[in-house]
């Protein structure tokens, strides 16, 4: 037995795009223990919402699986199924979609909660419900209540959203852009809320932004993953990534962050791309994805192996070979000797 909670193994997914197969995902590695922050973060259209929703169980992967709690998840069945599919849940960015505008709020929580038989009788129904809107601080709960979804604000209706998902009690919550729609002044609080959540009952959470700035502050004590063009092309504790990122693709983006004063010192020079479209799928580069773009392309190198995802230092991987090979020259016995002999008079 491991101990992660979700694993995903060499997972692809394609779609079919104008007629033809395009790779959406490809070959993405990912492991999340129990009660652990990761972010993935990447520009639009890079996989995340695919990603997201191949682990929560709505869409199959086209390639490699995906274990919850070390079974796969295309082989479960009866009370396993049931355990995964109440274990892992999905708050969306638009809870506006997601929540039906006919109910009440009590109908919204009250249907997953007698589904699925989690609580005894109406007494336990009202207490639970309650507890539910306090724990995503949306409250007097009595009043919210009584109310449709087009009665409360954005930031409530996310909220709501969140109860929702927490009625059956998930271990893991996969978070797609959850705070993307709210005004930026609830952001923190609803993110605030969600932190509080992993802490007091040990969810474990994807957070998907297409932020960096907010990747990182949301998972200070987790990690990230950033994507590119379905790839995950560096992963790393959320400050080492901030503080030392590797990939070229990450450096850009920090680059291009909002200033944001705690990481200020450590934010990057702009960098200068050498286009700035991102590729459609339908001409995916060859070699590395990010290659078109990238200001450390090299020919021969970059546009004909795709590099792996290899691990720089312990918890540190990037798939860049040429910052791979930087790496390996800088510590390798010629590099050793490289640097003494600058040091030596
Ligand atoms: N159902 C689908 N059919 C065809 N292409 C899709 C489908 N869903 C997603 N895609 C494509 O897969 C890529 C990744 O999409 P998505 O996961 O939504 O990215 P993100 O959430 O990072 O913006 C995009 O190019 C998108 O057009
Ligand atoms: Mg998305």
Known sequence: MSDSLIRLEHVGKSFVQKGRHVSAIEDVNLEIRPGEIVSLVGESGCGKTTTGRMIAGLLAPSSGRILYSDADISTLQGAERRAYRLGVQLVHQ????????????????????????????????????????????LTPADEVLGKFPH?????????????????????????????????????????NTLRRLRDEYGLAILFITHDLALARHFASNGRVGVMYLGRLVEFADADELVRNPQHP??????????????????????????????????????????????????????????????????????????RTQAYLDSVTPSGLLRLDSQIMP
Request: a positive charge; hydrophobic letters at 40%; glycine letters at 4%.
């Open 94 to 137: 638009d809870p506006y979609a997601s929540l039906n505008p006919t109910q009440r709020v009590r109908q919204i929580l009250a249907a997953p909660l007698t589904r699925h038989r989690l609580v005894r009788g109406r007494d336990d129904l009202e207490v639970r419900m309650r507890e539910l809107l306090h724990s995503v601080d």
């Open 249 to 322: 693709y990450t450096q850009a983006l920090l680059a291009a962050s909002p200033p944001d004063p705690l990481s200020e010192r450590h934010r990057p020079p702009p960098m200068k791309l050498r286009q700035d479209d991102i590729p459609s799928l339908l001409a995916r580069p060859s070699g590395c994805p990010f290659h078109p773009r990238c200001p450390e392309f090299q020919e021969g190198i970059c546009d004909t192996a795709v590099p792996p995802l290899v691990p720089l230092t312990p918890g540190h991987a990037v798939a860049c070979t040429v």
């Open 151 to 191: 009665q409360l604000s954005g930031g409530q209706r996310q909220r709501l959203s969140i109860a929702r998902a927490l009625s059956v009690r998930p271990s893991f919550l996969v978070a797609d852009e959850a705070v993307s729609m709210v005004d930026v002044s609830i952001r923190i609080s609803i993110l």
